[in-house]
């Protein structure tokens, strides 16, 4: 994949981008799996639970281009460090609210500031790795998006069951104060500015892009983004593929135990089984649109939207517990292949100097989606009286929306500069 056996400096870099993401997945995450039980403790209503889960996303999607714009011009490693310090206090704020009102506005904080911070992940893969080992490279990281909310469960009702939802909170402030001493050590803004790459990795890392990069870089700019056909057409399958996603992420734990009648301790080994395969179907993601469809990457893509509107399908209409845990792991994996598939599109697509503008942009797209994403859950879920029936109809039906906008990109999609 790499050529693993002698480790190199971005191999190091990735190591500390998967485990912040990691962090930040769990600190967003931890609401989604509490919030039955917050539920209870404020009388709050289906639309009421999704407008708490959706406070998050409202910062978040507006903090996601001044997060790339920043990083462009500032660079990641001072960016990315501020947003880590703010997540990190306002997870732990969250634990201390008294009421709903309180509760809104640190959520809404808190994805303000981490919402500078995955501009600042995928420009560092952009600058770091060498485009022919981006895609796999960002698989990697983003497999990250999976693991966390895999632990998640566990470790929320691990402490939960014992201190409350409180202390889940508060325990998560030192995590992320931990990885942004370990992101400063380790992340430069350029490999050239690092101590630890060999001139050899150097050339490594630059020379198959600089030709490129010189050319197309002097006549980019972030207009261009709104011009471009090809990222406005990623901008909007990401938004209804989004939709899917977080419709799935954020409600889950809640249609375990409200729909199918789960235990918390059922609920937290359960929900953390998809995000587990999904971590897998990350990484194959990633690596198979690289090793078998450099140049027809669409259709890694589409296979994934489909089999993820099977199975979400199928899970909701089987009665038998056995095969709703089979076909929500065989479902998770098959949406986080997706997201991996997709972002070897960009990332093979933008040239190194717009890439924190640009990611931004398009992952702005999937905010919006998560924002609108359990609002509209929780409006469905409280119209059909706790019944989850529609909901995952229009889960599926935003896959397969998404689905048929990727048929609308080019046919053959080679590596380009925007």
Avoid: H
């Amino acid at each position: 994949m790499f050529g693993w056996l002698k480790w190199k400096a971005r191999y190091s870099v990735l190591s500390v981008l998967f485990v912040t993401w990691v962090v930040s997945f769990m600190d967003r995450m931890v609401m989604s799996v509490a919030i039955p039980y917050i539920a209870v403790d404020y009388g709050l209503s289906p639309l009421a639970m999704g407008v708490v889960m959706s406070a998050f996303f409202a910062g978040y999607s507006i903090s996601q281009v001044p997060g790339g714009l920043l990083s462009d011009k500032f660079g990641v490693r001072r960016v990315a460090a501020v947003a880590m310090i703010w997540w990190s206090m306002f997870t732990a704020i969250t634990g201390a609210v008294t009421n709903i009102t309180q509760m809104l506005i640190t959520r809404f904080v808190f994805g303000l500031g981490e919402g500078l911070f995955p501009a600042c992940a995928f420009k560092t893969i952009s600058v770091w790795f060498p485009q022919k080992e981006r895609s796999t490279a960002n698989a990697l990281m983003l497999a990250s998006n999976s693991l966390g909310p895999a632990l998640t469960p566990l470790f929320v009702v691990g402490i939960m069951s014992l201190w409350g939802w409180r202390a889940v909170f508060y325990s998560l402030f030192l995590p992320g104060i931990l990885i942004t001493i370990f992101f400063w050590i380790f992340v430069t803004d350029k490999p050239s500015d690092s101590k630890r790459v060999s001139p050899e990795e150097l050339i490594e890392i630059e020379g198959d892009s600089i030709a490129t990069t010189i050319t197309s870089e002097k006549k980019a700019g972030f207009s261009s983004l709104f011009k471009d056909r090809t990222v406005m057409t990623l901008f909007l399958v990401l938004f209804a593929f989004d939709i899917t996603l977080w419709g799935f992420m954020s409600w889950l734990p809640t249609y375990l135990v409200k729909a199918r009648g789960f235990s918390m301790v059922k609920m937290g080994v359960v929900a953390s089984l998809p995000f587990f395969a999904g971590t897998i179907g990350c990484i194959l993601g990633g690596w198979i649109s690289d090793k078998f469809f450099s140049e027809r990457r669409k259709t890694p893509i589409i296979a994934a939207q489909l089999l993820s509107a099977l199975f979400l399908y199928l899970t909701v209409t089987t009665t038998s517990t056995t095969m709703l845990v089979i076909y929500l792991i065989l479902g998770g994996a098959c949406i986080k292949f997706f997201i991996s598939a997709f972002w070897a599109l960009p990332m093979n697509l933008i040239p190194k100097s717009l890439m924190g503008t640009a990611s931004g942009f398009i992952n702005m797209a999937g905010q919006i989606a998560a924002f609108i994403s359990p609002l509209i859950i929780g409006y469905l879920v409280g119209v059909a009286e706790g019944e989850f029936y529609t909901t995952f109809m229009f889960l599926i039906g935003m896959a397969l929306v998404s689905c048929a906008i990727v048929f609308t990109l080019p046919g053959k999609i080679q590596n380009q500069s925007v």
